[in-house]
């Protein structure tokens, strides 16, 4: 894959990213929606997008997903939806993607992959920077939704990772999000007494899933294939700085000189590990 398309692949891949933790954080902050409800809508409503944006192309191509990856997708999408009772957004995202970011370089590292000194400094370095954002500026989380957003991050690098090569990203999301609408509707069903609807929060949620899910995990999958396993994880932290950026602009949290250096020490760490040669 050229450079180009691949940076631009990946950039938006990280703008959907953190714009699920807004939708789901304003949904659940500012509407009456529950979590469990929330969960099951945006599941439904990206496994429609992408069933009929494969329904629309053209051409054979391979890939239908499998019951391990939907089971991954519907783990991370639960526990994203449950933790996002209690955590902020941008703790939530730092939260996410920590998990992450440890489930897939200690894969790739058990895989063989190894990094170069410079590669190093700058994990260290995008690792302080996180560090940096979470405990000074932010208070702790509440220790239920920090574990639920832990058990979300190591499902979520569960499913980048075996996204890798599983054939036509439309096709494998798609088949993925079909699987685990089931799993979505019987938590559904488990909850039903606590269900409550609404509107605007179902709004959020359909978003949530057709756009910054459904299509956001097609673009992500199909940048996967150019990443390994330490760059993927590495790039993910720039989203927690993406979140707490959105959340200045549009939940009015105040900029502080804390966040644009924890940003820069990131997003520097970040260049240090995906810069070749």
């Not at 997903?65 to 703790?91: D, I, Q, R």
């Not at 989380?141 to 990772?161: D, Q, T």
């Not at 685990?180 to 949530?208: E, F, I, Q, R, W």
């Amino acid at each position: 894959m050229p450079p180009t398309r691949l940076l631009a692949l990946t950039t938006l891949a990280m703008l959907a990213f953190a714009g699920n933790s807004l939708l789901c954080r304003a949904a659940l902050q500012h509407t009456s929606i529950d979590a469990s409800s929330f969960t099951v809508i945006r599941l439904i409503s990206g496994a429609l997008v992408l069933w009929l944006l494969v329904r629309l192309r053209a051409g054979r191509t391979t890939g239908q997903g499998n019951w391990g990856s939907a089971l991954a997708l519907f783990a991370y999408a639960a526990g994203f939806s449950f933790a996002y009772v209690s955590l902020p957004a941008a703790t939530g995202a730092l939260l996410l993607f920590g998990a992450v970011q440890a489930c897939m370089i200690g894969v790739g590292l058990w895989r063989g992959e190894r990094l170069r000194r410079w590669q190093i400094v700058g994990l260290v370095l995008a690792l302080g920077g996180l560090l940096g954002l979470l405990l000074p500026g932010l208070s702790a989380p509440p220790l239920l939704g920090a574990l639920l957003m832990l058990g979300a991050g190591v499902a979520w690098g569960v499913y980048s990772l075996r996204g890798k090569g599983a054939g036509d990203p439309t096709r494998v999301t798609a088949g993925n999000f079909a699987r685990a609408v089931p799993m979505a509707l019987v938590m559904g069903v488990l909850t039903l007494k606590h269900a409550n609807l609404d509107m605007a929060g179902a709004a959020y949620a359909v978003a949530s899933g057709a756009l910054t899910s459904g299509i956001g995990y097609t673009i992500w999958y199909t940048a996967l294939p150019g990443l390994k396993a330490t760059q993927a994880a590495t790039i993910q932290l720039s989203v927690p700085v993406i979140a707490a950026l959105g959340g200045i602009a549009l939940l009015g949290e105040p900029l502080t000189l804390r966040l644009v250096l924890a940003s820069i020490a990131i997003l520097g760490g970040i260049a240090l590990v995906i810069r070749r040669g």
